[in-house]
């Protein structure tokens, strides 16, 4: 059987383009041969609709589209499987839609899959709106049977996960005892490591069934999330057969009954490469689906800024990133140097607004209201929330997204301002921590030195007043991040971090600045994710709750508390 692999990119909502991704894909596969032309889960709608699935007007929208698809397959010479939304037809009780496939042919509805395993971890809550499917969908195509699933259908293998969370796996059920080839489509976000699961989970389904297993991904950004694609066909021996590449869309045609002819070496990118490769994605399909014509954000001299707009230039052009130095008197001339620098490396464009006289006239009218008290962080604030209005003032002039450059490390311990560095349409590095922004920053470099090396040499500060680091707040970074992992992504307890060698007190510490700035976490811009754990979607804490951690001694104020 030949099959064709269709990776495509789907906006949530565009379904007339949608549909003709999928049309064009389905004449291409036609003419290459291909018997079945394989889309990935929810393609036709796009991923993840979220609570647009309470909106009848959207599921009619969809359902037309469908209609659309199948009419317009009745030219089209080969079999077409697709992911979408069906209404149930029984609403009396349980939820209203199905997360579906369906496979059409020759103008008409063959068979239908309904997605069985509902994810409600992380970022998915895919039980809020779908009702599940019964088991796997299995269905003859040219002359052969096959099994259909959806993602999450084929993550509940007692040989592979030491924990399973389902009670049951739908492929032991259906091909256990009748082993057949299993289609896979899916809508699996990027996270490091995930591509590396994946891909061994499935290998270990096709050599323990002694099956063919053909895995379609979606790939693109949507919101936060980034699809990477990387889609791909294993056969019974658990060989590589073909793999797309990450991160683009690819069609690939494979022939199951003669994998011989199309053995692969499995590709291995580096882990900080794959990252680099999701934000540049999810950069330009935020910018290209939302609609922005250019992005702007605000060049401090730092890493931060550095690497935000790297991502930015590559992302959608240098023409379209504006770059803006807003210096007071507490920023280093070297700083400025470093940051103009930045932007002729890349050859984006930039303003220069000084915000001294703006900062001083906040002090002159605010004289009689801070009562003559010392001054303290409402100073530092305040410039930062000059810049965030400056970069907002350019936003809404000219259209511009606002890019926030804030890390995972001063997200996670409140080391930024609300209203001020917060500021933004999209915060594209959110998700890494500072050890991570540097990696990044040297693998940037690899090529030449884009970033200025004193960027990646100096020690990081603010700048909002006189001699100022990051340490004089934080703990070394080398330090707060394992911490940080530990806690949010690891889900590590107190004693099991201090049992990791790190001092009771500085865990402690840390551990309350992250409880204690949800709040702001909750008003912050989304973020492109790219860990197993990040703020936003996937994360959802009480802002308002008891302190779980006793602090011995008082920790310096990063800003609002």
Same mark, same amino acid.
């Given at each position: 059987?030949?099959?064709?692999?269709?990776?495509?990119?789907?906006?949530?909502?565009?379904?007339?383009?949608?549909?003709?991704?999928?049309?064009?894909?389905?004449?291409?596969?036609?003419?290459?041969?291909?018997?079945?032309?394989?889309?990935?889960?929810?393609?036709?709608?796009?991923?993840?609709?979220?609570?647009?699935?309470?909106?009848?007007?959207?599921?009619?929208?969809?359902?037309?589209?469908?209609?659309?698809?199948?009419?317009?397959?009745?030219?089209?010479?080969?079999?077409?499987?697709?992911?979408?939304?069906?209404?149930?037809?029984?609403?009396?009780?349980?939820?209203?839609?199905?997360?579906?496939?369906?496979?059409?042919?020759?103008?008409?509805?063959?068979?239908?899959?309904?997605?069985?395993?509902?994810?409600?971890?992380?970022?998915?809550?895919?039980?809020?709106?779908?009702?599940?499917?019964?088991?796997?969908?299995?269905?003859?195509?040219?002359?052969?049977?096959?099994?259909?699933?959806?993602?999450?259908?084929?993550?509940?293998?007692?040989?592979?996960?030491?924990?399973?969370?389902?009670?049951?796996?739908?492929?032991?059920?259906?091909?256990?005892?009748?082993?057949?080839?299993?289609?896979?489509?899916?809508?699996?976000?990027?996270?490091?490591?995930?591509?590396?699961?994946?891909?061994?989970?499935?290998?270990?389904?096709?050599?323990?069934?002694?099956?063919?297993?053909?895995?379609?991904?979606?790939?693109?950004?949507?919101?936060?999330?980034?699809?990477?694609?990387?889609?791909?066909?294993?056969?019974?021996?658990?060989?590589?057969?073909?793999?797309?590449?990450?991160?683009?869309?690819?069609?690939?045609?494979?022939?199951?009954?003669?994998?011989?002819?199309?053995?692969?070496?499995?590709?291995?990118?580096?882990?900080?490469?794959?990252?680099?490769?999701?934000?540049?994605?999810?950069?330009?399909?935020?910018?290209?689906?939302?609609?922005?014509?250019?992005?702007?954000?605000?060049?401090?001299?730092?890493?931060?800024?550095?690497?935000?707009?790297?991502?930015?230039?590559?992302?959608?052009?240098?023409?379209?990133?504006?770059?803006?130095?807003?210096?007071?008197?507490?920023?280093?001339?070297?700083?400025?140097?470093?940051?103009?620098?930045?932007?002729?490396?890349?050859?984006?464009? $930039? =303003?220069?607004?000084?915000?001294?006289?703006?900062?001083? &006239?906040?002090? %002159? #009218?605010?004289?009689?209201?801070? @009562?003559? /008290?010392?001054?303290?962080?409402?100073?530092?604030?305040?410039?930062?929330?000059?810049?965030?209005?400056?970069?907002?003032?350019?936003?809404?002039?000219?259209?511009?997204?606002?890019?926030?450059?804030?890390?995972?490390?001063?997200?996670?311990?409140?080391?930024?301002?609300?209203?001020?560095?917060?500021?933004?349409?999209?915060?594209?590095?959110?998700?890494?921590?500072?050890?991570?922004?540097?990696?990044?920053?040297?693998?940037?470099?690899?090529?030449?030195?884009?970033?200025?090396?004193?960027?990646? $040499? =100096?020690?990081?500060?603010?700048?909002?007043?006189?001699? &100022?680091?990051? %340490? #004089?707040?934080?703990?070394?970074? @080398?330090? /707060?991040?394992?911490?940080?992992?530990?806690?949010?992504?690891?889900?590590?307890?107190?004693?099991?971090?201090?049992?990791?060698?790190?001092?009771?007190?500085?865990?402690?510490?840390?551990?309350?600045?992250?409880?204690?700035?949800?709040?702001?976490?909750?008003?912050?811009?989304?973020?492109?994710?790219?860990?197993?754990?990040?703020?936003?979607?996937?994360?959802?804490?009480?802002?308002?709750?008891?302190?779980?951690?006793?602090?011995?001694?008082?920790?310096?104020?990063?800003?609002?508390?």
């Amino acid at each position: 059987m030949k099959i064709s692999l269709h990776q495509i990119n789907s906006t949530i909502g565009d379904f007339s383009g949608n549909v003709d991704k999928i049309l064009d894909g389905a004449r291409r596969a036609r003419d290459s041969g291909a018997e079945l032309a394989v889309f990935p889960e929810l393609c036709l709608v796009g991923y993840p609709p979220l609570d647009l699935l309470e909106n009848r007007e959207f599921i009619g929208m969809a359902r037309k589209a469908l209609e659309a698809l199948i009419a317009a397959t009745a030219e089209i010479d080969l079999d077409v499987l697709i992911g979408t939304v069906l209404p149930r037809e029984d609403t009396s009780e349980g939820k209203p839609l199905y997360n579906a496939a369906v496979l059409i042919r020759g103008g008409r509805v063959v068979t239908t899959h309904r997605k069985i395993l509902l994810p409600t971890y992380d970022v998915f809550d895919e039980n809020r709106h779908f009702e599940p499917g019964a088991g796997l969908t299995t269905v003859e195509i040219s002359g052969g049977m096959v099994a259909l699933s959806i993602c999450e259908d084929v993550w509940n293998d007692k040989t592979y996960w030491k924990r399973r969370i389902y009670h049951f796996d739908p492929v032991e059920e259906t091909l256990g005892a009748d082993p057949m080839p299993l289609i896979n489509i899916a809508a699996s976000p990027f996270s490091q490591g995930k591509a590396s699961l994946r891909y061994e989970m499935l290998t270990n389904i096709a050599r323990r069934f002694k099956i063919p297993v053909v895995y379609v991904n979606l790939v693109g950004g949507n919101d936060s999330l980034v699809f990477d694609g990387g889609s791909f066909v294993i056969d019974r021996e658990g060989r590589t057969v073909a793999m797309a590449e990450g991160y683009t869309e690819q069609m690939l045609v494979v022939d199951i009954d003669r994998p011989h002819e199309h053995f692969i070496a499995r590709p291995r990118a580096e882990n900080i490469a794959q990252v680099h490769s999701a934000l540049v994605l999810g950069l330009r399909d935020y910018v290209r689906k939302c609609g922005f014509p250019s992005a702007v954000l605000g060049l401090s001299g730092g890493i931060d800024s550095a690497i935000t707009a790297v991502i930015a230039a590559e992302a959608i052009g240098s023409d379209r990133v504006l770059g803006v130095l807003m210096p007071s008197d507490f920023t280093s001339d070297e700083s400025m140097a470093d940051a103009a620098d930045l932007a002729a490396n890349l050859g984006i464009e $930039t =303003k220069t607004i000084p915000i001294m006289s703006i900062y001083r &006239q906040y002090l %002159s #009218d605010l004289e009689e209201s801070l @009562e003559g /008290l010392p001054g303290d962080v409402t100073e530092e604030n305040i410039q930062a929330r000059i810049r965030g209005n400056i970069l907002m003032a350019l936003s809404n002039r000219f259209g511009h997204l606002v890019l926030s450059t804030g890390n995972k490390s001063e997200l996670a311990t409140g080391y930024c301002t609300l209203y001020g560095d917060m500021s933004g349409g999209l915060a594209v590095i959110s998700d890494l921590y500072k050890g991570e922004v540097y990696q990044l920053a040297r693998f940037m470099n690899r090529q030449g030195k884009v970033i200025p090396e004193r960027v990646l $040499t =100096k020690e990081p500060s603010a700048e909002l007043r006189p001699g &100022q680091k990051d %340490s #004089d707040f934080l703990p070394p970074y @080398e330090t /707060l991040d394992p911490i940080l992992k530990a806690y949010i992504e690891d889900h590590k307890t107190h004693s099991e971090i201090v049992a990791d060698g790190f001092p009771p007190d500085l865990v402690t510490r840390v551990l309350n600045m992250v409880e204690g700035n949800e709040y702001k976490r909750q008003q912050a811009a989304p973020g492109l994710k790219v860990s197993w754990k990040a703020f936003g979607l996937g994360r959802r804490y009480p802002i308002a709750k008891a302190k779980m951690f006793l602090v011995s001694e008082p920790w310096p104020v990063t800003d609002d508390q």
